[in-house]
């Protein structure tokens, strides 16, 4: 990725104040010019729970419980809602030794 303008384009002088300069296209793209193909750099991996989730198999329905939505919207809205940080960082903790552990070694 690029910062700036690109070479074959150098950047407008800061102090063009005529009336040509204020009304030409300022990008490659408003001046019509053909995007640049880019290569793939990245490559994504999905945890094990996160392909389960997409292809349906960690038993989760499209149905949720009402009542519990419910119950718990009535405890966030009195302040009651009690936020178990130590099982949210557990849960956390292990899905990045997932993540990590699944990662292909570039040796």
Do not use: C, H, W
Request: aromatic share 2%; hydrophobic share 45%.
């Amino acid at each position: 990725m690029k910062i700036g303008n690109p070479a074959e384009k150098p950047a407008a002088p800061a102090a063009a104040t005529t009336p040509a300069a204020q009304s030409a296209p300022r990008t490659a793209a408003e001046a019509g010019a053909a995007p640049q193909a880019t290569e793939a750099s990245a490559q994504v991996a999905l945890s094990s729970a996160a392909t389960k989730l997409l292809s349906g198999d960690a038993g989760v329905s499209g149905d949720f419980d009402s009542e519990k939505v419910e119950r718990i919207s009535i405890a966030i809205e009195k302040g009651e809602y009690k936020i178990n940080a130590e099982a949210i960082a557990d849960k956390l903790i292990a899905n990045a030794a997932e993540v990590l552990n699944s990662t292909p070694s570039k040796t």
